[in-house]
């Protein structure tokens, strides 16, 4: 045990107690033994849905997230399992038919058009957002906004669950054309150096923290040298904290980890661990607190985010619980997301009208404290589009909006207004009001 992580007598017993980590993916669903109890029709349908979207799950989130006796209304199921309405009837009638051919080919066919047909990679980020050095692109590494470079290390290929509203399901289908990702840690060096206007660096993936901290350390370490002074902020991107979070208190190199952050912030970096959370459940376990007990003692900051997500969390009296605990764990609410248009978007999406009325009544709830979660919050293709309200202009009712980010950086910060549409769920859906024919990005 290194100087740096006591650890108590207390703590030593629950590590002993850890359970072992035990992953189940579509081909395990008959091995989960709460499943069991669920109607057979329920099991035959997630079977179909999940030979076209990534299914994974582990032993944790199964036995300490979910409440099998009301599992069909669970939101940490309907966020984990899944769902027959996350295809739609089309192509669930399709795959299913497929699978009752049995034949190899016919069902790749079929499950092949499904995905294409979800819109796999959202935002323009393959044509837009992938950099090109010399003519070639620089797989691995996304540069969309001037500041900020996203890095998808090989290694990190991977998450606890997968959820099926993240622009990364597309990652995880076996699909090598569907990838983003680094072949090797140089690669994020050699960008690096030629751009001194980055300041930012997010490591996302998958899941980083699916990695060993060696592995982790490697990609890391070099952006620590005086040569990426101009790197004043590093960002690790990890769902870890609710679906595995016995990765920084009981894991083997749990102790190690804690010292790379620790190595960071003595590199005069900010280390900014940014937390995906869809409910308030997931923060009700002893280990989630020491998790993010032992990563605040290091002296990094969480901040928190995750979407606005039908079946799950659409109540606003959850977003405000979930902030207020937030706070008092000491992290801080980030960002309130749109649901994305890729994936299940069609099962999970809300209509903005009725997301910026969740927010609202949200924030209402709580203190300036807990107010710092900004949203409802679009990331498509031009920037981040937040919604800041619904308002009437020479009679006139319209979305009121404004770019947080945006691809050209003239853009953020300017309002911008759209007709009201109580029907749409996504930038593309908006019309520009006034009369006007594009909105003034689209120039």
Known sequence: MNSHTPIDAVQIAEAELAPAFKVYTARHLQQIEQLQQLPEQLKHEMEVVSSVLPFRVNNYVIEQLINWDDAINDPMFQLTFPQRGMLKPEHFDAVEAALATEDKAEIKRVVNEVRQ????????????NIPRVNGE????????????????????????????????????????SLKIAAKESGQLCDYLREHPEVTDVLITGGDPMVMKTKNLRAYLEPLLEPEFDHIRTIRIGSKALTFWPYRFVTDEDSDDLMDLFRDIIAAGKHLAFMAHYNHWREMGTDIHRQAVARIRETGAHIRSQGPLLNHI?????????????????????????????????????????????????????????????????MSATPGKVEIQGVTEINGEKVFVLRFIQGRNPDWVQRPFFAAYDEKATWLNHLKPAFGEEKFFFED
């Open 313 to 377: 969390n659409t109540e606003a009296d959850d977003w405000a619980k979930m902030w207020q605990t937030q706070v008092e764990l000491g992290i801080q609410p980030y960002y309130m997301f749109v649901e994305r248009d890729t994936g299940a978007q069609h099962y999970f999406e809300v209509p903005l009208a009725q997301a910026w009325n969740t927010y609202r009544d949200a924030m209402k709830q709580v203190s300036g404290i807990a107010r710092t979660a900004r949203g409802p919050s």
């Open 137 to 176: 692109p620089v797989n691995g590494i996304q540069h969309k906004y001037n500041e900020t470079v996203l890095f998808f290390p090989s290694s990190g290929q991977v998450c606890h669950s997968y959820c099926t509203f993240c622009f990364r399901w597309a990652q995880f289908v076996g699909d090598q």
């Open 117 to 128: 047909a979800l819109n796999p990679h959202p935002a323009g980020q393959m044509e837009h």
